[in-house]
């Protein structure tokens, strides 16, 4: 059956600090990865995307990691703004017909 | 403005009926995706297309139909079979070739009665 009520990790960080989430991504043979960010009642925005073959990519005040090894994703969003508030999903694409594998989320809260 | 659209934003279901969701991209992208999204949780696949005429069944396609007869349009309808219909539904679309990165429309919450 469903689950129903599970309750989204939580970061809560001041704002002006740094913020970091973090996602376990499940299949080796994933080569593409995505961050979306996905604000209340709207639909998931990309943020950045990153290549099996790199290992850091930077963007406007976010920087996306990939530890290969361990199989394990962060986004890094620097200085960070009460518009940053929402949830980030990371996405793996494991090359099955253009199929993206959607994490759970992270919830995101600034405080001013 | 090039883009996805979905509509209605909320929708309304009686037990026992079939609804139907739009879901329309100018954006001549070739691949269409829809996800149920329910509280807390992430992203479900529930069907998606590469190519007009064909669509495949996601992880969670009983209780779903679509079709795609044109490119440009994707619409899932929620049929009766669907027992807990209630959640937000993504639509999401993605460039042929070797394109990897879906975009998403603004989604449709739908109630049942």
């Known amino acids: 059956g469903e689950s129903v009520g599970l309750h989204l990790p939580t970061l809560s960080v001041q704002e002006g600090d740094n913020s970091i989430i973090n996602c376990a991504y499940s299949?080796?043979?994933?080569?593409?990865f995505i961050w979306y960010k996905q604000e209340s009642g709207k639909g998931p925005q990309f943020i950045i995307d990153?290549?099996?073959?790199?290992d850091k990519r930077q963007g406007q005040r976010v920087t996306v990691l990939l530890n290969k090894t361990v199989k394990h994703l962060s986004l890094q969003i620097a200085a960070t703004q009460p518009g940053d508030s929402a949830v980030y999903f990371c996405?793996?694409?494991?090359?099955?017909?253009?199929?993206?594998?959607f994490g759970q989320g992270t919830e995101l809260s600034v405080k001013p | 403005d090039g883009g996805i659209t979905q509509s209605p934003k909320y929708l309304f279901r009686k037990e026992g009926q079939n609804v139907t969701l739009s879901c329309e991209q100018n954006l001549n992208h070739d691949a269409m995706y829809w996800y149920r999204q329910d509280p807390g949780q992430g992203l479900r696949l529930i069907y998606y297309s590469q190519i007009v005429n064909d669509f495949q069944k996601g992880d969670i396609a009983e209780g779903y139909s679509v079709s795609r007869e044109k490119k440009e349009s994707f619409p899932l309808t929620v049929t009766s079979a669907q027992k807990n219909p209630t959640a937000f539904y993504l639509c999401a679309s993605m460039d042929g070739g070797n394109a990897e990165t879906q975009y998403f429309g603004p989604g449709t919450r739908l109630l049942v009665l």
């Open positions: 990153i290549r099996s073959n790199m």
């Open positions: 996405a793996e694409n494991n090359n099955q017909g253009g199929k993206l594998i």
């Open positions: 299949n080796s043979a994933s080569d593409y």
